[in-house]
């Protein structure tokens, strides 16, 4: 085998070495990632409420939102930098259907320090296009849909939640 042919192969085969380190933080090959993954947030629920208003003038979309959920960055070297929680599916508990998905807001920045914790509010308005026919006094889940810049995404479900209805009583 010439030299030449040598330092090839030891070549190739240090480039092999390097790019297998799969998932190691310290590993040259690994693609670039922004923050860390989404399994080191920690997600529980504070608050929250889902319901319509039905009164004689609504809009399309009666539905509304509240929910308070506290996030925690359980890694303790990298903070998330632009977290979000774009939508939520609203599940109908009695027999575990979608009913649809609701589009959410906040006014947070998505920026979570490392190690830190904190509430957050996020909310879902009346709309101007129908989502679904609301279920009214029926148990509903709600999975937050949950992703980080880099993309990678998880669901959080709370417990389950009554939708309320406000109606326009007639005397």
Known sequence: MSTRSY???????????????????????????????????????????????LMPIVPPDPVMC????????????????????????????RNDSTLGTIPLET???GL???GKKDTIFFFKNTGTEAIFSPPCSERVLIDFMIRNVDGDT??????????????????
């Open 7 to 53: 330092f090839c192969l030891m070549s190739l085969l240090v480039t092999l070495l390097l790019c297998s380190c799969e998932d190691s933080e310290n590993c040259l090959c690994s693609p670039d990632r922004i923050d860390p993954p989404v399994s080191d947030l920690s997600v529980t629920w504070n608050r929250g409420s889902i319901g319509a208003n």
């Open 66 to 93: 509240r929910a308070w959920l506290i996030l925690e960055n359980k890694n303790p070297r990298e903070a998330f930098s632009k977290v979000e929680i774009p939508t939520a599916d609203v599940i109908l508990a």
């Open 107 to 109: 006014d947070w920045d």
């Open 112 to 114: 979570l320090a490392p």
């Open 154 to 171: 998880k669901v959080f479900r709370p417990d389950t939640l009554t939708f309320q209805c406000a109606f326009l009583e007639l005397a």
